[in-house]
């Protein structure tokens, strides 16, 4: 099955495959984003139950939401009906036993107060206070006004309900309902897949700090023209938005692509070799892991000029000369942090031909202890890839899957090297297993 998520396509398994959701609906009209972020959620391999206020039902039916959800929907706490085949009339405790967790989209205001002073008047806020809090996390998604959103009262409140253990998933900012523009939008429902994606994926970089180059680099020939290549930074987004879901704070630094920014990333935009240089050079002292898939530029106009170069008719064409760029995963690896183990170094090669000879000669030549080859030209602008990792004990290949397997697999493989790689390890005389 093929799932696009973010910009990213491919023949991924279902991320939520064996998730059970329960999607309760308060009031606002965010509830129309509800009906789609419920079929996405499907999509992504989840059962949904979705559960509805008396003041979502002003917004969308339950009927709709019966029909996208494929389940009963529940909307009273006097509901009768059996609930996973329990018949005792108490759907608010029912409803959330065996749930992976609760999700409230939109969450409004009034349902956020209710939350945090533990009123139970329907029955959307009875199942959430008697859910088993240990078992079943608590997943929010604000929707309201900017003002109200804004307001001291709402602020504090989310606060105190992420110090009571629910998870606050963020607001959009943009246009709203009432005509006025500023922060208080319910995420839009790919923006909240990804985040609950994130949400249940084993964070194996926690505490970790991820640097990511990305993208191809543009070495100016005149104002208009310049040189470039085919990398798409297809790779290193995927990269970047796996090492996030693994727990990791990732900055990621972009060539010029047209790519969206992976959800809790931050991204910096840079255009030229030196430009990337400039940006890692700044960012990699805080660093834990740095991963090279950029696509940087080995040379670049020594004098590029400062207006478009015109025909001359003569036939003969200007004549350029070129410096060679600085070779940025190599001053990196050959930092002190590097040097030292405190900073973990993965490269990019990006081969015509020979990967292993030229991958694993790269390797050494870059002094990094793990070097990811490739085929350029099989993977330029594509959204599945082909891998062969290296490191000093050997080989290993990865078949060809979506980039974003790809990423999720090589986060947990560096995750697996960096634990081997710790002072206790290296004290007891532990190695890491062969790949």
Partial sequence: MTNQVNGLSGDETLDLAGKHM???????????????????????????????????????TPVT????????????????????????????????????????????????????????DDLLSLMCLA??????????????NREMYSHPATQRNLVQLEADGATVLGVGTGFQACGETGDGRMLEPEQLLEDIIAF???????????????????????????????????????????AREAGAEVTLVAGPVSLPTPRGVTRIDVKSAQNMLEAITGRVQAATVFIATAAVADWRPAAPSGQKIKKDGS????????TENTDILATVAHSAAAQAGKLFCVGFAAESHDLL??????????????????????TFGQDHNTLLLVDELGVTPLPRASKLSLARRLVQEIATRMAARTPHNRASGQQPAAS
């Fill in 22 to 60: 329960v999607l309760g609906l308060s009031g606002g009209i965010a509830c129309y984003k509800a009906a789609e972020l419920c079929r996405a959620l499907i999509k992504a391999g989840a059962t949904v139950q979705v559960v509805m206020t008396e003041a979502a039902e002003q917004f969308i």
């Fill in 357 to 378: 000879e030229n991958a694993q000669a790269k390797r050494l030549r870059k002094n990094v202890p793990l070097l990811v080859g490739n085929i350029g030209p099989d």
């Fill in 131 to 144: 859910r088993p809090i240990d078992k079943v996390p608590l997943l929010l998604a604000p929707a309201m």
């Fill in 315 to 322: 036939g003969h064409a200007p004549q350029l000369g070129f």
């Fill in 200 to 242: 249940f994926a084993p964070k194996v970089l926690a505490g970790q700090h991820v640097l990511v180059t990305a993208g191809p680099t543009y070495e100016a020939i005149d104002p208009v023209r310049g040189i470039t290549n085919l990398s798409s930074g297809k790779m290193g987004f995927a990269i970047a938005r796996a």
């Fill in 65 to 120: 939401m019966q029909a996208l959800s494929g389940r009963p929907v529940y909307t009273s706490q006097w509901d009768s009906r059996p609930v996973n085949e329990i018949s005792n009339n108490m759907a608010h405790i029912n409803l959330s036993r065996g749930a992976d967790a609760i999700l409230i989209a939109p969450c409004s205001a009034d349902f956020m107060a209710k939350l945090l002073h533990g009123r139970a």
